[in-house]
C-alpha cells in the first residue's frame, strides 16, 4: 500500500519559513491535501489539491507538488501555528484510497 | 453553517461494540459523502472508510473489513459508524469527515468533534 512518510517534526522561529515535507512514490502525479491539527481539535483543511488554500487560511500557507515529494510552506510562522501537520492522498491504486501521511509536529520557538 | 455532531464519548468492554453518529447540517447531505478517520493517543489519522451518503454504498479499508458497519440515514443527515469485536488497540478518537462528491480525489474540508472510544484492556 502506498506510504507517505514526513519528518516527526520541525522547528521554526518565528517569522521564518517552515517547509513540511511528504514522500510518496510518484506524489507528483496526485492531488495533495494538508490538514493542521491543534492538540485536542479535530483537523482543519489548510491546502487542497496541491496549492490552493479554502477560504479563511493565511496566505502565509502555501503548497507545491513534484516528483516524488509534496511541500507544505509556512511563511512568517507564529506561535499559532504550532501544530502537526498532516499530508493525504487519493491513491486508485492502492487497496486503501486515502492516504494520511505519518505527520509532523511544528514547533514555533 | 455546516456543521457535523458526534455523539458523546463512549468506553465499552473489549469484545462489545460501538455505534458512533455524526449529524450534519447546513448543506445538502447528499452532495458530500461521510468518511470516517481514527486515531489513537498520540498516534497519527487513520482512514477507516466512507460512505456514500446517496446511494448509501460502503468502501472500507482492509484491515477493519468485517467488524466496521457505516450507514446513513438521508432523513435525519446523520451518518453512523459501527465497530464490533473491540480489543484495546481500538481505543482511538474516532472522526467523520465529509468529502464533496465531483471526484474521489476531493478533500476533506469539514470534520465533526470527535468521538473518544475507551476499550480498557
Known amino acids: 500500500s502506498n506510504v507517505l512518510t514526513q519528518p516527526p517534526s520541525v522547528s521554526v522561529v518565528p517569522g521564518q519559513t517552515a517547509s513540511i515535507s511528504c514522500g510518496g512514490s510518484n506524489i507528483g502525479s496526485k492531488s495533495v491535501h494538508w490538514y493542521q491539527q491543534k492538540p485536542g481539535q479535530a483537523p482543519v483543511l489548510v491546502v487542497h489539491?496541491?496549492?490552493v488554500r479554502p477560504s479563511g487560511i493565511p496566505e502565509r500557507f502555501s503548497g507545491s507538488n513534484s516528483g516524488n515529494t509534496a511541500t507544505l510552506t509556512i511563511s512568517r510562522a507564529e506561535v499559532g501555528d504550532e501544530a502537526d501537520y498532516y499530508c493525504?492522498?487519493?491513491?486508485?491504486?492502492?487497496?486503501?484510497?486515502?492516504?494520511f501521511g505519518t505527520g509532523t509536529r511544528v514547533t514555533v520557538l | 453553517q455546516v456543521q457535523l455532531v458526534q455523539s458523546g464519548a463512549e468506553v465499552k468492554q473489549p469484545g462489545a461494540s460501538v455505534k458512533v453518529s455524526c449529524k450534519t447540517s447546513g448543506y445538502s447531505f447528499t452532495v458530500y459523502h461521510i468518511h470516517w478517520v481514527r486515531q489513537a493517543p498520540g498516534q497519527g489519522l487513520e482512514w477507516m472508510g466512507w460512505v456514500n451518503t446517496n446511494t448509501g454504498g460502503t468502501d472500507y479499508a482492509q484491515r477493519f473489513q468485517g467488524r466496521v458497519t457505516m450507514t446513513r440515514d438521508t432523513s435525519t443527515a446523520t451518518t453512523y459508524m459501527e465497530l464490533s469485536g473491540l480489543r484495546s488497540g481500538d481505543t482511538a478518537v474516532y472522526y467523520c469527515?465529509?468529502?464533496?462528491?465531483?471526484?474521489?480525489?476531493?478533500?476533506?474540508?469539514?470534520w465533526g468533534q470527535g468521538t473518544l472510544v475507551t476499550v480498557p484492556s
Open positions: 493525504q492522498v487519493w491513491d486508485s491504486s492502492s487497496a486503501d484510497p486515502y492516504v
Open positions: 469527515a465529509r468529502r464533496r462528491d465531483t471526484a474521489m480525489k476531493t478533500p476533506f474540508d469539514y
Open positions: 489539491d496541491d496549492s
